[in-house]
Every structure is written in structure tokens, then in C-alpha cells.
């Protein structure tokens, strides 16, 4: 009997070319990875060896048209692995971790098609091509010269034998977050533990005991929306401390899931990677490809921002010990007293109190509200799908149309935490848009990681969190390049935070709330007065968060511009040796520590580029001054200059000339300190 079709071999036949969840399992990814990596190898020699003359069409065209089985598998892959992981899906992954490097380097390594391009780089300028070509052939050069395509042989091989460790490296360093992550829980059994958790805690802790098989207890998790609402609301001190450390110490734990030999190892490699190509450091080699530029750039903008914030910190902290003091404690205030006496804080002086302001941020409104306001941005519509095959129950599908009723692409999101799951926040595609070779339409998929609820309710940084991944969902579905290489969120990591911090904004703005805000029982929309107090209270508490994330961006350059990460025997020592000496205050800690902090290890993706947010957020403040100046934040003629010169370009056009051709100038800092409160500081 032959042995059953591999559903990812055969015509993935479903709208929009979605993947066949339904029938894959684990074992069908090796095999069908070989078939691609093989017809892979084959387009890339029949580039190659090319007896016609190279040029744009038969070398760069060519290139980006072809690995498409590829790439729509590792899509589907990658998404299964962060969104809905099995142990068999986990193993694939070790296994083809180190064989996707290997791939990767000697497409890049490849002798004849790097000459075909080289050579077409050093006439660039006569060959007429038009501005999204040139820009295609530019970054093609980079990309092939970044990954050793330059390097002598035995360079070439060290390179990609290093390349082939991290990959292993990141995908170790990965799971075993999610190790932690998935099998902690803080079970509440004494009804005395409850004590201070409003309903929308406890109703979220109920379903994660039941997903758990906990049956009628409660559960805190290590998820963002379960951990953070119990370190804000929970009256037990030493509960609160219990959750905090092991909150922070993911990835600490001695035994196989233990990251910090796995950091030691990364930072290593990093270091060799970056002396293969003459740099002194691995922060040196992963900013010539960053609108920063230089570690020196990236020290200007977070030391100002870190030390301002730091001063402002001290009005807060000072308004939390007068809380303390006046509810008679005269302990000393830890990091996992400050969300629970800064909530205090703020019911007092701006008389917020999440309990009462939830009811008002369903989930499902919310996501309507970040509909809506893409349909009064971009003239975009939502349209739910039911019939489509998804990978989890939890994935809710939408066709989008554009105001002619043309299709846009199909938004996947995926909001709830789950122990199958990655913790965070992030978008991914399942297909890039492109127009070489054939139309392709985009499949985003946002993922969050809202605790369950009946219903689900969100905190206002909930709300912000959806808006900023929806941003980023937005960047890829209004991609409107020819080259998919080019194509949506695929731009300099200083420029992808811009469309998801700046789409934040419209969150907050009244008559969003008003139209969208409603009590989830009586129906009432959020009062006027109530938006006021939360739009006064929104600075109380920025120094705060604004310190521990210049932290977490200070130590990831402190790491990655080591000149001999060898030397060092203690990276968690180092950490904290680090931050003591820029001053963070004890109390305060980082949004991450090293041993758990995925945007570093579990990919390079954002190594030596944590403070990239930072960088955006000078980007975005600037930009949304453009609507204030229009008076109107839905100002028809700056929303459209906003799609054509920012969310619809990719990596068509240079970040900085991006920015100009919207703003009409290069970006300043003053919006920035002024929305953070940091004017003065």
C-alpha cells in the first residue's frame, strides 16, 4: 500500500492559498522541507548558471520570484511553532533548525549568483532601472554580502557552520521559555488568596485553571494579561512576590531548560559572525544595517530619554511611598509592590480604577474599534469568514476590501494566551504580498495573548497592545510593492515600529472611545468624564515603564558591544552589574532580563536592536503631530499621504526618505519628550 499523501506537498487549494491545518501533522514538515529546499537549489542554479548576459529581469527578478514552496512553507511552519506548538511539532523544529541555516548560507554563499549580482551592482547606475528596482538590487547586494558572500572559502565555511549553531541556539533558547512559561502556574485554592482580584482576574484565572485541569480553582499564569492585572490587584504581598520571581526568573532554572549557558554560547557566535566581517563587536556589524547607524546613535537617544525618565521616576515613586505611608506601610517598596501601590495611586489622584474602567474595553468591541478606524483611515473593511480551515478554534478570519470592494487580503487574529503558545505579542504573515510572477495577496496573522474570559475584558494597555499589533498587521496588508523581497513589515527594524506604535494613538482618541467604549452589561457608552480622567492619567506611571524598558535596551547594547563575551563567566551577574551602574532603581526592574528576553535570543531579529521601539517612538510622535496640526485625527489628505508614504511603500523606499516624503522633513524629539512628560525632566 503507498504510503498517504503529504498534505503539504499536494495544491494547497483553500481561499487565499491557506495551508491545510486541518490535515498536517507534525511528520509531514521534514519531508515536504526536503522537496523544497531541493526545487529551492534547482531555481537557484538555473539563476546561476544563466547563459544569457545577467540582468535586472533573468538574476534579480528571477531571485526574488523563486523559493515560493519554501517560503510558504516555513511560514506555515514558523506559525505553527509560535502559535500552536506540540512536542512533535518542537522536535521538528531542533531538527530542521540547523538545515534551514545551512540552506540559507549557501543560497547566499552561492559563487555564481552573487557574481551574476555583484556585477549588476557595480553598473547600477546605467542599467535604467526604475527606483524600486534599484532599491531591490541594493538590498539584494547587502543581504548576500551581510551573510559572507565576500568571505574567502574557509570563512565561507566557518560562517555557515556558526550560522547553522545559532539557528539551534535560538530555537533551544525559544522552547525553553515556553517550557517555563507553559508549566508554572500559581494555583489558588484558600479563598483568602482572592483577596483584592476583581472579577475580570478571577474570571480569566477560572479558564486557565480549567485549560490546566485544575477543575474549580483559580490559576495565575506566567501570560503578560494573567500575570500583571494579579501583581496589580492581589492584596497578598507574599503571593505578589511569589508570582514576580517567577515571572523574572524564566529561563534561570538549572537543567535542561536552563537559557544562560545558552546566552553565553549566542553571544559568542555573535562576536565570531561579527569579526568574520572586521567588526569589532556584534553590536558594530548589526547597526550598519539599522537607520541608527552606530552604537554611539542608538547611546545618544536612550541615555537622554533614560535619564529624563529616571528623574521624572522619582515624583512617581514618591507619590507611591505617601500611598504606603498613609495605608500604614513602612516596609520598603520592592518590584512586586509597585504595580499594586501604583494602582492605588492612580484610583486616588486621577480616580481610575481598572476594575471600572474594563467593562468598558471588551474584546470584541475593541477589535471593532480598530476596524473601524482602518475604515476611516484607508477606506478598509472587515468581513468575518467562518468556513475557512484555521489551526486553533481561537482564530477568527476577515476578508478585507478596500472602498472599490477589491480584495486587500485576509487578517487572521489569534488573542488568547494558551500553553500551545508563545507568550507576547506579534505579527506574522502566512502570505507576502507580492506582484512578480503572479499577484499575491497578503495573509496576516496578529497574535496576542489576552487572558480567556466570559467575556474578554482589556485593560487599556491591552487595548494598546491590540491597536500596536494591528498596526503592524495593517503595514502588511496595505503593502502595495512589485517585489516580495521588498514587501510590507520587511523594512530597517529602527522604521517596522513606526506603523504599529503610531496606529496606537487612534486608541485613545475620544471619539473613538465614545463610539466604541461600551459597558459590556448595561450597554452605556465610556462617559466623557471618564475619558478625561484616563487621558490624565495616561503619563502617571510613563517614567516607570520608560525606565524599565531603557533598561532592557541598555543591557541588550551592553551585551552585544562586549569586545570578548568569552571573558565573561556570569552574563545574569553582568546584567545586573550593568543597570546597577546606570542607576535603576531596585524597586523598578527591566521588562526583560537576559534570560528569558526572546527579541534577542530567540532570533537575531531585534540582537543589539531592543532599542529600536525607542527610535520608532520618536517616528511616530512626530507623525501624529501631522493629524493634530490637521485638527482632525482622521484628516482625509494626511491619512492618505500616511498610507502612500508609509504603510503602503515597504521596503521600496529608504526609512529616512520615507519619513520626509510624509512629514516633509526629517523627524525631531520634541513630540516625543512632550507625550511622555519628559519635557522638563
Not at 511553532?81 to 530542521?96: D, F, N
Not at 494613538?505 to 475620544?510: G, L, S, Y
Amino acid at each position: 500500500m503507498p504510503p498517504p499523501a503529504n498534505p503539504l506537498l499536494a495544491p494547497w487549494t483553500a481561499p487565499y492559498g491557506l495551508p491545510p491545518f486541518g490535515e498536517i501533522a507534525p511528520e509531514h514538515f521534514e519531508p515536504a522541507f526536503t522537496q523544497a529546499l531541493q526545487e529551492h537549489r534547482d531555481e537557484i542554479d538555473a539563476i546561476a548558471h544563466d547563459a544569457r548576459a545577467p540582468d535586472f529581469e533573468n538574476t534579480l527578478a528571477a531571485f526574488d520570484r523563486c523559493g515560493r514552496r519554501l517560503g510558504r512553507l516555513s511560514m506555515a511552519f514558523y506559525n505553527l511553532c509560535a502559535s500552536h506548538t506540540s512536542p512533535g511539532l518542537q522536535e521538528v523544529q531542533r531538527r530542521m533548525a540547523p538545515v534551514l541555516a545551512a540552506h540559507r548560507s549557501a543560497i547566499f554563499m552561492h559563487g555564481a549568483l552573487f557574481a551574476r549580482i555583484d556585477a549588476l551592482y557595480e553598473r547600477r547606475g546605467r542599467l535604467g532601472l526604475d527606483p524600486e528596482q534599484l532599491r531591490l538590487l541594493e538590498r539584494t547586494h547587502l543581504d548576500f554580502v551581510r551573510a559572507g558572500a565576500r568571505l574567502g572559502p574557509d570563512a565561507q565555511q566557518r560562517y555557515a557552520e556558526v550560522m547553522r549553531e545559532l539557528a539551534a541556539c535560538h530555537t533551544a533558547f525559544g522552547q525553553n521559555v515556553l517550557h517555563d512559561e507553559s508549566t508554572w502556574a500559581l494555583v489558588l485554592r484558600d479563598p483568602r488568596d482572592l483577596a483584592g482580584l476583581p472579577e475580570f482576574v478571577l474570571s480569566g484565572a477560572r479558564e486557565a485553571a480549567h485549560e490546566r485541569g485544575l477543575g474549580d480553582d483559580h490559576a495565575i499564569t506566567l501570560s503578560r494579561s494573567s500575570i500583571l492585572p494579579f501583581l496589580t490587584f492581589s492584596e497578598r504581598r507574599e503571593l505578589r512576590e511569589q508570582a514576580w520571581r517567577a515571572w523574572v526568573e524564566r529561563g534561570t532554572h538549572a537543567g535542561e531548560h536552563d537559557n544562560r549557558p545558552l546566552i553565553a554560547r549566542i553571544l559568542q557566535l555573535r562576536q565570531e559572525q561579527a569579526r568574520l566581517h572586521g567588526h569589532a563587536t556584534y553590536a558594530d556589524y548589526a547597526l550598519v544595517d539599522r537607520m541608527a547607524g552606530t552604537p554611539a546613535a542608538v547611546d545618544r537617544l536612550v541615555l537622554d530619554v533614560w535619564d529624563r525618565a529616571k528623574a521624572a521616576l522619582e515624583h512617581e515613586r514618591a507619590s507611591l511611598d505617601a500611598t504606603r505611608r498613609a495605608a500604614g506601610d513602612a516596609g520598603t517598596l520592592e518590584a512586586w509592590d509597585w504595580r499594586y501601590w501604583a494602582e492605588k495611586v492612580r484610583q486616588r489622584d486621577f480616580a481610575v480604577d481598572d476594575a471600572q474602567v474594563k467593562p468598558y474595553f471588551a474584546l470584541d468591541a475593541m477589535v471593532q474599534a480598530a476596524f473601524d478606524c482602518a475604515g476611516r483611515l484607508f477606506g478598509l473593511r472587515f468581513t468575518e469568514r467562518h468556513d475557512l480551515p484555521l489551526y486553533h478554534p481561537d482564530v477568527r478570519a476577515y476578508e478585507v476590501h478596500d472602498a472599490d470592494g477589491r480584495a486587500v487580503g485576509l487578517f487572521l487574529h489569534d488573542n488568547f494566551a494558551r500553553p500551545s503558545k508563545r507568550s507576547g505579542a506579534w505579527m506574522s504573515s502566512l502570505a507576502v504580498q507580492a506582484r512578480n510572477g503572479g499577484a499575491v495577496l497578503p495573509v496576516i496573522l496578529n497574535n496576542n495573548n489576552f487572558a480567556k474570559g466570559s467575556p474578554t475584558l482589556l485593560s487599556f494597555d491591552d487595548v494598546r497592545t491590540l491597536f500596536h499589533e494591528f498596526g503592524h498587521g495593517l503595514h502588511g496588508l496595505l503593502s502595495n510593492v512589485t517585489y516580495g523581497d521588498l514587501a510590507g513589515t520587511q523594512v530597517l527594524r529602527d522604521f517596522v515600529e513606526l506603523p504599529s506604535q503610531l496606529f496606537e494613538h487612534w486608541m485613545a482618541e475620544p471619539e473613538v472611545l465614545r463610539r466604541h467604549a461600551r459597558h459590556v452589561e448595561t450597554g452605556a457608552a465610556i462617559p466623557d468624564a471618564l475619558i478625561e480622567r484616563l487621558r490624565a492619567a495616561q503619563q502617571f506611571g510613563e517614567a516607570y515603564e520608560t525606565v524599565r524598558y531603557c533598561g532592557s535596551a541598555i543591557a541588550d547594547m551592553a551585551v552585544h558591544r562586549h569586545p570578548d563575551p568569552a571573558s565573561v563567566q556570569d552574563w545574569t551577574a553582568f546584567e545586573e552589574r550593568v543597570l546597577r551602574e546606570h542607576g535603576l532603581p531596585p524597586a523598578v526592574g527591566i521588562n526583560h532580563r537576559l534570560a528569558h528576553f526572546q527579541h534577542l535570543f530567540a532570533s537575531d531579529g531585534y540582537a543589539a536592536g531592543y532599542y529600536v521601539y525607542l527610535w520608532a517612538e520618536v517616528l511616530d510622535a512626530d507623525a501624529w503631530d501631522a493629524f493634530v496640526e490637521a485638527g482632525n485625527p482622521f484628516d482625509a489628505e494626511v491619512a492618505a499621504r500616511l498610507r502612500r508614504c508609509i504603510y503602503s511603500t515597504g521596503n521600496s523606499v529608504e526609512p529616512g526618505e520615507a519619513f520626509r516624503a510624509f512629514r516633509g522633513r526629517d523627524p525631531v524629539i520634541a513630540p516625543l519628550l512632550r507625550q511622555k512628560g519628559l519635557v522638563g525632566a
